[in-house]
């Protein structure tokens, strides 16, 4: 019961700022807004005993990636004038809102059929740290490096653009 | 008994960040005071008793308390200008919540964990908080609308930001060499001594330590690395337009920040709440005999610092008379804690478990307020670093001493493990 009341919180938390986070209109608010998503997903994450996930969630997510965005946009000093001018942006969202209903109706579908929505989460080790590291390093090693190699990519990447600027 | 167990951890941590901020603010001062040979604040009285001054920052507490809430009218995001503070002072309170504070207590079967939050997150917990913190500064200078309070923010975001990395990477080696990301584990694991040293993580890991307290420093926005509210250039940095308690938020949350590094770096490096070569189990098996190392030992201290009190407490004032007061404190306390601690150490009852408890307790603030000098000392004792100086030292130095020793401490460890 407790978990249910805590999870209609969260859950509700979560989308109301997802909705600010695209229909803001300074992008402060939206990224903060965002970095509220973040966290209450992070929260639910806690809720199912998934303890890595939640702190990797807040470590990489809200605190990393966030902090930088909020970095960026305090850097470029967007004053109100030089927001674009969005005065038909709540019919846009209707529009499309109502557009993607029926996807959005097969995709909760197909959600609930899935396998962890009908065969609750029974693991209690599932989202720790051990569990988290014995998938990755034993099952998904392949795909774990190579995917460490295209980041790596990307990094040197970003360092070779910026030097030719110079 | 149990519930007061299960609070006591959560008590301590009100104590060892909330109420030690004046103690704080009072050492800042006295140690200021000592490095540049004057006396530091000690007039300030309540009818003749000083305390060495401690009532003065109770005094700068209450006065920033009490002070008139002002908001400046330029300010166009009130919500965002006065959440800021509250952001930065509650990511670095609960940074505090993981720290152990003393070994698992087992009392009637049950066992209780000494650290606020019974979680084995460890040192995550600590990062993932003590990034969240940066949201106060980014927001703070932000909303203030203040060319100087955004100069302060970005120097303070870009430098946490880029330490992070080192600091993370610093904590890496040290997890590869406790083999645990508890913190109470790792304590654990320093109880265990390292040929004729004690297997502090000072000891096995001398570099990941330096790299770990100077990322500390930086963290927290301490001198040396302190450019973000550099005075000189750009006024009080990000809190340039905060007044009252909204300013003594940041203010606190500084010095909690302060006191969580300081007891992150002495459960990773410094054996947390153990004494050195000592395990929590000798300390229960032969608990008579350190009680009553402990009563020699509180003895010949107490009369010591009565000695001291009396040579150098010389100032007369109004009101009470000051020696003669915290002489009776003294010996009146001291005889108390020894008549008590006879009584259990000549074996009329039985609290080893509480009692070793307690004496963990107290070597653990030790050790805590020894880090806290030491992060006074410093800030006391060098200039602030330039603020491309900071990044340098941050990207080009750190940073690879820190990889450089993961591979070194994952040589090292593999080795040992495939010769056992």
């Known amino acids: 019961m407790q978990n249910e009341v805590l999870f209609a919180i969260l859950a509700l938390i979560s989308i109301v700022s997802s909705i600010v986070m695209i229909s803001a209109h300074r992008p402060i608010d939206s990224a903060l807004s965002f970095i509220v998503t973040l966290i209450s997903i992070a929260a639910l994450f806690a809720l199912v005993n998934a303890t890595f996930l939640f702190v990797v969630q807040i470590i990489i997510y809200a605190g990393a990636i966030l902090s930088l965005i909020l970095f960026i946009i305090m850097f470029l000093n967007i004053k109100d004038e030089n927001l674009p001018d969005e005065k038909y942006k709540n019919r846009w969202l209707l529009g499309t809102s109502i557009i993607i209903t029926p996807f959005s109706l097969i995709l909760i579908d197909l959600i609930l059929r899935s396998d962890i929505a009908v065969h609750a989460l029974r693991d209690e080790k599932f989202g720790t740290i051990k569990d988290v590291g014995a998938t990755l390093f034993s099952q998904w090693i392949l795909p774990f490096e190579l995917v460490s190699i295209l980041l790596l990519v990307a990094l040197i990447g970003a360092v070779t653009l910026s030097k030719k600027e110079a | ?420």
């Open chain 2, 1 to 420: 008994m149990s519930t007061f167990l299960i609070l006591l951890p959560l008590i301590l941590t009100l104590l060892f960040s909330l109420a030690t901020v004046p103690i704080l603010v009072w050492m800042e001062r006295r140690v200021a005071a000592l490095i540049q040979d004057r006396l530091g604040p000690n007039r300030c009285n309540v009818n003749g008793i000083r305390l060495g001054g401690i009532v003065q920052s109770v005094a700068d507490m209450m006065k920033l308390v009490f002070k008139e809430e002002f908001l400046p009218s330029h300010i166009k995001n009130k919500f965002y200008y006065l959440a800021a503070p509250s952001i930065a002072f509650m990511s670095s309170f609960l940074t505090f919540m993981v720290i152990p504070y003393a070994d698992n207590v087992t009392i009637n079967e049950q066992t209780f964990t000494m650290q606020a939050l019974p979680t084995d997150l460890g040192v995550l917990w600590f990062l993932a908080f003590a990034g969240l913190g940066v949201y106060g500064i980014i927001l703070g200078g932000w909303a203030s609308h203040n060319k100087y309070a955004i100069l302060g923010s970005m120097r303070a975001t870009a430098q946490v930001i880029s330490y992070e990395v080192a600091m993370g990477l610093s904590l890496v080696s040290m997890l590869i060499t406790y083999g645990t990301i508890s913190l109470n584990e790792m304590v654990t694991y320093q109880s265990q001594s390292f040929f004729i040293f004690p297997a502090w993580g000072i000891i096995l890991q001398p570099l990941a330590a330096i790299i770990f307290i100077v990322t500390a420093f930086a963290e927290t926005n301490r001198a040396p690395f302190d450019a973000a509210e550099g005075e000189s250039e750009i006024v009080a940095g990000y809190h340039t337009e905060y007044g009252a308690m909204k300013f003594g938020l940041f203010f606190v949350a500084e010095y909690i920040a302060m006191a969580a590094s300081g007891a992150l770096i002495v459960t990773l490096f410094l054996g947390g709440y153990q004494l050195p070569y000592l395990s929590t189990q000798d300390l229960i098996n032969h608990f008579e005999l350190v009680l009553w190392l402990i009563i020699t030992f509180a003895a010949v201290t107490s009369l010591l610092f009565l000695a001291w009190v009396k040579k150098h407490n010389i100032l007369v004032m109004n009101g009470l008379n000051e020696t003669k007061i915290y002489t009776t404190v003294i010996v009146g306390f001291t005889l108390f804690a020894i008549i008590v601690m006879s009584y259990y150490a000549l074996g009329f009852g039985n609290a080893s478990t509480v009692g070793v408890m307690l004496l963990q307790f107290a070597v653990f603030t030790v050790k805590l307020f020894f880090l806290h000098f030491l992060f006074i000392w410093v800030r006391w004792t060098l200039p602030r670093f330039r603020y491309d100086q900071t990044q340098k030292l941050g990207w080009n130095i750190l940073l690879p001493l820190s990889l450089v020793n993961i591979f070194i401490t994952a040589i090292v460890v593999v080795g040992v493990n495939y010769g056992n």
